[in-house]
């Protein structure tokens, strides 16, 4: 199948034609990344985001630390007072 009698169809030279033709192209390879369901950050083809299990998690983990380090200041803070 050849899509040179459509082309044919479009008025003008050949230019016209083949700029018609390059935005149809175009336009029909960009469907799949604009017509596209909403998916969850970091999910999507072209997506920099890391996804969202990845944050969180991080963050979990974050918090946690940060507790066990609050945690181990008021150990040592209390061994420092009993010692003195």
């Known amino acids: 199948m050849s899509l040179e009698p459509l082309l044919q169809k479009i008025p003008g030279g050949p230019r016209v034609q083949v700029l018609v033709g390059s935005a149809v192209l175009l ?3 960009a469907v799949p990344v604009f017509a596209k369901p909403q998916e969850k950050r970091g999910h ?7 996804p969202e299990a990845v944050v969180q998690s991080k963050e979990r983990l974050q918090q946690e630390f940060y507790q066990q380090k609050q945690q181990q200041q ?3 803070a209390l061994i420092m007072k009993i010692m003195m």
């Open 27 to 29: 336009g029909i390879c």
């Open 44 to 50: 999507d083809l072209f997506s920099q985001e890391k």
């Open 74 to 76: 008021q150990q040592q």
